[in-house]
């Protein structure tokens, strides 16, 4: 891992790129998010690194591959995040009708007179009238979320990150196949290799062909005409009703194959006992799983079993029957999972601790932070989160502090454990599902435990990380990948993160000052927003049932199923635990492609050409997919931005 000289990427042309990032591609997003509710994510990392990179070697001073490391793995934080859009959502969650029609059931009150000042201004501010953050009703929740959600966020994730990377690069070794996608596309810009560019260049041609198709002509029929002509079906084929509808079979099961390139791409780069493993998964729960709650187990589930009905939507169902019928069994397997983790690499734990206490001479020079730093940094933000949301949150009983400190310092390094290993082996974490983020629903479930009879809990908490850490070791081993000092990407973070604030505040202030967010004038937030106060008032409402049995009942099977695997595989039968829990916590389109991807390399690719030629280029041809998917989104998301706000103009 460390034969290799770590080089900085840090410097005034990675500086210049993320401000240029910032400055001109996140207005784009922001009236892009308003609008047409799409990212551009991807589409401002690939067209960032690009256009830098042949300015630059047509100046005749080439990027380095490090600089372009931390342009790529930053430039879309800077091009996408908005901390001030979420602002305007909290105002509007405060004074939305939908919010006024929702009863605290304890009090009887409508929630916005329960929503604290130190979310969104108090009731009858004029900052809503003038619509602007410079305001003294504003300086509190600013302050409160950028200080919870930046700073002590950050400090936790921080210290997370150097010890999954001292844990899952330097001493398990897991492979992270998005890393090296990503170190491919680095690696091919810079150093220009003559087969590497001409296989990432046809497989960029050939993927912006198909994305057109895929996304080009819906992006711009709905920026020019106000609907979406969808020749293939995005995102997935949907293949739950219908004619061929797997419903007709098994009512409450959904199934589909997701229709997007990369999805497809990424089963060339995972193992094959992780791709069946990540099927069985799926469909065990997605399809026979939810088959099963509507039809035998509806007494169980009895929300589930009303709300299904015949011809409901592959989305929809995922949404629904997370909702009532797994989203308790999945923090289950999560726990379970990570105590798999712990028990089956203790010894690798214990030696990445040391690599930290006392790092060899290539160690120090990778820029890796000692053991002790990293504990008291992540002990200090963890416990200044619990006390500040204490001392905001009055009504939240402190005799349930131990409950705070456990899932701030505790659930914090479970989910940055399992994430993180689910990441270096199949490239995937459990992220958002059905609106809401593993780490939230553990925080609702505990305010449902603990009796909680107030309101300000749902809408501020203390730090429950796990979220950025997993991403940020998949970066430090891009940094290895490219010989790149894995500190520089934090200190092009911290640049980032001041950039993005800064901007963010700038193009929010203006559109909000054009017209009332949601309106007319912006239809994504006017479909998007309701939908999300509702789903958040499901939970402050305590319309959802919480069900913690079946937490432990599915602890109990998962650690069952691990320890079987595990007999099993001594008795040289494969086993995936992270494959499986991959495959359990997605839905059916993503590993099916993924799998029927792997097939298509192995089969296919492997005799068209060799299994040596396979092995060493197909990091580059997923290299290549991606960039061609994500340029042409960039592009065709700008022109039917352009189309869709020429009618602002003043003239």
């Given at each position: 891992?460390?034969?290799?000289?770590?080089?900085?990427?840090?410097?005034?042309?990675?500086?210049?790129?993320?401000?240029?990032?910032?400055?001109?591609?996140?207005?784009?997003?922001?009236?892009?998010?308003?609008?047409?509710?799409?990212?551009?994510?991807?589409?401002?990392?690939?067209?960032?690194?690009?256009?830098?990179?042949?300015?630059?070697?047509?100046?005749?001073?080439?990027?380095?591959?490090?600089?372009?490391?931390?342009?790529?793995?930053?430039?879309?934080?800077?091009?996408?995040?908005?901390?001030?859009?979420?602002?305007?959502?909290?105002?509007?969650?405060?004074?939305?009708?939908?919010?006024?029609?929702?009863?605290?059931?304890?009090?009887?009150?409508?929630?916005?007179?329960?929503?604290?000042?130190?979310?969104?201004?108090?009731?009858?501010?004029?900052?809503?009238?003038?619509?602007?953050?410079?305001?003294?009703?504003?300086?509190?929740?600013?302050?409160?979320?950028?200080?919870?959600?930046?700073?002590?966020?950050?400090?936790?994730?921080?210290?997370?990150?150097?010890?999954?990377?001292?844990?899952?690069?330097?001493?398990?070794?897991?492979?992270?196949?998005?890393?090296?996608?990503?170190?491919?596309?680095?690696?091919?810009?810079?150093?220009?290799?003559?087969?590497?560019?001409?296989?990432?260049?046809?497989?960029?041609?050939?993927?912006?062909?198909?994305?057109?198709?895929?996304?080009?002509?819906?992006?711009?029929?709905?920026?020019?005409?106000?609907?979406?002509?969808?020749?293939?079906?995005?995102?997935?084929?949907?293949?739950?009703?219908?004619?061929?509808?797997?419903?007709?079979?098994?009512?409450?099961?959904?199934?589909?194959?997701?229709?997007?390139?990369?999805?497809?791409?990424?089963?060339?780069?995972?193992?094959?006992?992780?791709?069946?493993?990540?099927?069985?998964?799926?469909?065990?729960?997605?399809?026979?799983?939810?088959?099963?709650?509507?039809?035998?187990?509806?007494?169980?589930?009895?929300?589930?079993?009303?709300?299904?009905?015949?011809?409901?939507?592959?989305?929809?169902?995922?949404?629904?029957?997370?909702?009532?019928?797994?989203?308790?069994?999945?923090?289950?397997?999560?726990?379970?999972?990570?105590?798999?983790?712990?028990?089956?690499?203790?010894?690798?734990?214990?030696?990445?601790?040391?690599?930290?206490?006392?790092?060899?001479?290539?160690?120090?020079?990778?820029?890796?932070?000692?053991?002790?730093?990293?504990?008291?940094?992540?002990?200090?933000?963890?416990?200044?989160?619990?006390?500040?949301?204490?001392?905001?949150?009055?009504?939240?009983?402190?005799?349930?502090?131990?409950?705070?400190?456990?899932?701030?310092?505790?659930?914090?390094?479970?989910?940055?454990?399992?994430n993180t290993a689910m990441l270096g082996e199949t490239g995937a974490t459990v992220g958002t599902i059905g609106g809401i983020a593993p780490q939230h629903l553990l925080w609702y479930g505990t305010l449902y435990t603990t009796g909680y009879k107030g309101v300000a809990a749902f809408f501020f908490n203390p730090v429950i990380g796990g979220i950025l850490s997993p991403?940020?070791?998949?970066?430090?081993?891009?940094?290895?990948?490219?010989?790149?000092?894995?500190?520089?990407?934090?200190?092009?973070y911290a640049i980032a993160f001041i950039l993005y604030h800064l901007f963010s505040f700038v193009y929010v202030s203006a559109y909000w000052a054009i017209a009332p967010i949601p309106s007319s004038v912006y239809p994504a937030a006017m479909v998007f927003w309701p939908m999300a106060v509702l789903n958040k008032g499901m939970w402050v409402t305590r319309r959802i049932?919480?069900?913690?049995?079946?937490?432990?009942?599915?602890?109990?099977?998962?650690?069952?199923?691990?320890?079987?695997?595990?007999?099993?595989?001594?008795?040289?039968?494969?086993?995936?635990?992270?494959?499986?829990?991959?495959?359990?916590?997605?839905?059916?389109?993503?590993?099916?492609?993924?799998?029927?991807?792997?097939?298509?390399?192995?089969?296919?690719?492997?005799?068209?050409?060799?299994?040596?030629?396979?092995?060493?280029?197909?990091?580059?041809?997923?290299?290549?997919?991606?960039?061609?998917?994500?340029?042409?989104?960039?592009?065709?998301?700008?022109?039917?931005?352009?189309?869709?706000?020429?009618?602002?103009?003043?003239?």
């Open positions: 891992m460390y034969e290799r000289r770590f080089k900085s990427g840090f410097t005034r042309r990675s500086i210049l790129a993320l401000i240029f990032t910032s400055f001109t591609i996140l207005p784009v997003q922001i009236l892009l998010r308003l609008t047409s509710g799409e990212s551009i994510a991807a589409a401002a990392a690939y067209i960032t690194i690009i256009l830098f990179t042949e300015i630059s070697v047509f100046l005749g001073n080439p990027l380095s591959k490090q600089e372009v490391f931390i342009i790529y793995s930053l430039a879309a934080l800077a091009g996408t995040a908005a901390p001030f859009l979420d602002f305007v959502y909290y105002a509007y969650f405060k004074t939305s009708e939908i919010a006024w029609s929702l009863k605290n059931p304890y009090t009887g009150r409508p929630i916005p007179l329960e929503i604290p000042s130190f979310y969104a201004p108090p009731i009858g501010s004029s900052a809503y009238r003038f619509r602007s953050f410079i305001h003294s009703d504003w300086i509190l929740p600013i302050f409160a979320f950028t200080f919870q959600f930046g700073l002590l966020l950050v400090l936790m994730e921080f210290s997370l990150t150097f010890m999954g990377a001292a844990l899952f690069i330097d001493v398990e070794e897991l492979p992270f196949p998005i890393a090296n996608v990503q170190a491919q596309l680095i690696s091919t810009l810079t150093e220009r290799d003559r087969e590497r560019m001409k296989i990432f260049t046809i497989m960029a041609v050939v993927s912006s062909i198909y994305a057109f198709v895929l996304y080009g002509i819906p992006i711009l029929s709905m920026g020019m005409f106000g609907t979406s002509i969808q020749i293939i079906p995005l995102p997935w084929l949907d293949m739950t009703t219908g004619l061929i509808g797997i419903e007709k079979i098994l009512p409450g099961a959904m199934f589909g194959i997701s229709t997007d390139p990369i999805a497809w791409g990424v089963g060339l780069l995972l193992s094959s006992d992780t791709l069946i493993y990540m099927v069985i998964g799926s469909i065990a729960v997605w399809v026979i799983g939810n088959y099963l709650a509507l039809n035998v187990f509806s007494s169980e589930f009895p929300e589930w079993a009303a709300e299904w009905k015949p011809g409901m939507s592959l989305s929809l169902i995922w949404q629904r029957s997370y909702l009532r019928v797994w989203s308790f069994i999945h923090l289950g397997i999560f726990f379970a999972v990570s105590a798999i983790i712990v028990a089956s690499k203790f010894k690798s734990l214990i030696k990445a601790f040391k690599i930290l206490i006392n790092p060899p001479r290539r160690v120090k020079e990778a820029g890796y932070i000692d053991m002790r730093i990293l504990v008291l940094t992540y002990v200090s933000a963890s416990l200044a989160s619990v006390l500040f949301f204490h001392y905001l949150v009055k009504d939240y009983p402190l005799q349930y502090m131990w409950a705070t400190v456990a899932l701030s310092m505790g659930a914090s390094f479970i989910f940055a454990l399992v991403s940020w070791v998949q970066a430090i081993k891009v940094a290895h990948l490219t010989e790149t000092k894995p500190i520089d990407f934090f200190k092009a049932v919480a069900k913690p049995t079946l937490t432990v009942y599915s602890f109990i099977t998962m650690l069952l199923l691990g320890a079987a695997g595990t007999i099993l595989s001594k008795f040289g039968l494969p086993f995936s635990i992270i494959g499986l829990t991959v495959g359990i916590t997605t839905p059916p389109p993503f590993p099916v492609a993924a799998f029927l991807g792997g097939v298509i390399g192995r089969v296919i690719i492997r005799n068209l050409y060799s299994d040596e030629w396979f092995k060493k280029y197909r990091a580059v041809i997923v290299a290549g997919i991606a960039a061609g998917e994500g340029i042409v989104i960039g592009i065709f998301s700008a022109i039917a931005l352009m189309s869709k706000s020429a009618w602002l103009l003043p003239y």
